[in-house]
């Protein structure tokens, strides 16, 4: 499934602005109100033409909200689409071109609909402000095309851009650039490889972008997973089942190889709670299945 295609809407390219933040400074506020948000809007418009003239003949859809990564990739895209739906009972300012800007800001320190940013996330080094752009399929996939294709690699925005952002959120701008959907799921696949969370990401990318589908975590010492019908079930071992799978073979018949099996079993759970966690963030519905010895541990979890 192509993250450009929102399932039951028409076509859009999606994306996000990204501010790589210094993290050694602090950052005032998490929203811009209406007047802060529509002079930026219309940078973001003018960055988006110069990387593909035919942008400026869609429809772009921005708030004036900082988020991190993982608000923006869930599964089926809820806060870009969020802003699709509330862009349709919103007024429209036009922009050189044809071209048309909805900029949402705040009004009394509120967001309309559900685009509040969780406070859970927050203080991340990486902050996104999310815009949708549609129009024309033909139009909306040729730019959609040519953003996958160069965003990646000269997607950096205007100085300008970069200064109001940094201006009107208080915050000190590092680096701002340009990112589809895609572009941030395969920087955010790299980091989870550095975290050491590298065997988790099939399971997120399927429920991205082919939520309908299946893939499995079935590597021990890994916790088994299997994403089906729109959620992650995890094994739920019992102490029998564990050792059945996990640490069959091993002598447990002194206290020092008990202690090391505890252990072994301790890390194994904080393992499964740290990828239930993550999935959480992500937006993935986790359920736990409770599996004895001797059970047939990939049925149990179909």
Known sequence: MDPTVPPAADLHVLGALALELDGAAP??????DQAGTGPLADLVARDLAGFCAEAAELELVLVGALYDPVELLRPGWPLHRELDQL????????IAGGGRVIAFGSHDGRLPGALTPSPDFAGGPLRLLPF????EAGAVARVGDAFERELIERGMAGADTALAAQDGFGLRVEHARYLTVHDLAA???????????????????TA????DGEAWLDQPPE?????VAGEVRIALFSPAAWYARYAGGVACDSDDARARLQRQHQHF?????QIAAVL???GVPVTFVHCERDADYRNALG
């Open 187 to 205: 920087m955010t696949a790299l980091q989870y490889e550095h975290a050491g969370l590298a065997a988790l990401w099939p399971l997120l990318e």
């Open 87 to 94: 862009a349709a009972r919103a007024p429209r300012s036009g």
């Open 223 to 227: 916790p088994l997973l299997h994403y």
């Open 280 to 282: 959480g963030a992500h």
């Open 269 to 273: 759970e904080a393992r499964q709670r």
């Open 27 to 32: 950052v005032a506020r998490d929203r811009l």
């Open 132 to 135: 949708v752009l549609t129009g």
């Open 208 to 211: 991205l972008l082919q939520p």
